[in-house]
């Protein structure tokens, strides 16, 4: 099987990104976005996942964390997008459940060549560490249309702790791409009855 890896550069006048993936890894990772806690979400979705991920970004945190945040996500979905080229034989449709104590994360997603995002939570957890509730959805809204994936995310028993309410998160997103990205054997084209995921 060809290699499924791609390495994306992207730099502006708010971020300067590099990353490095391979959808068929072991889960190692090396991230550094000067945004801590992201920086650990994305080493667990990395892990359970099973996606070798490097990761370096330098931004305007000085200003905020708002632009590195939402350019990580789409500089993410593009490497995505360019590892799968012409997406040949991928199961295409993931989805998983993780539960955190009374938190419950269940993502399912859908690599159609449309790109879409929803979050539903019944709650708002709490600021940590600079990263709040808002900037996750920035996240996966770019990931989500770079990657051009329909995602969503519901969110029940939400902690009043960001990181409690996330990490279930993170771990389910890479369960579910990781399942999504899967070769089928039995399928020998492209997995779309059109003939073709744009």
């Known amino acids: 099987m060809k290699k499924r890896i791609a390495v994306v550069k992207r730099k502006t006048t708010e971020t300067d990104i590099i990353i490095k993936l391979n959808i068929d890894g072991s889960g190692k990772s090396k991230i550094n976005t000067g945004i801590g806690f992201l920086d650990h979400m994305l080493e667990l979705f990395a892990f359970w996942g099973f996606f070798d991920l490097e990761i370096s ?56 060549g449309r790109g879409f995002f929803d979050l539903k939570s019944n709650g708002t957890p709490d600021k940590k560490e600079g990263y709040e509730i808002e900037y996750v959805k920035h996240f996966f809204e770019g990931l989500a249309k770079q990657i051009a994936m329909n995602l969503n995310i519901e969110i ?42 744009d």
């Open 57 to 112: 970004a330098k931004g305007d945190l000085k200003v905020d964390i708002h632009h590195t945040n939402e350019d990580i996500g789409l500089v993410l979905g593009q490497a995505f997008k360019k590892a799968l080229g012409d997406k040949k034989g991928i199961k295409r449709i993931g989805f998983a459940s993780v539960p955190m104590e009374a938190t419950v994360a269940d993502v399912a997603l859908d690599i159609n």
């Open 156 to 197: 029940t028993g939400v902690n009043i702790d960001l990181h409690a309410t996330l990490e279930p998160v993170f771990k389910a997103l890479g369960l579910a791409l990781d399942q999504a990205t899967q070769i089928d054997p039995r399928r020998k084209g492209i997995p779309s009855t059109k003939g073709v995921i």
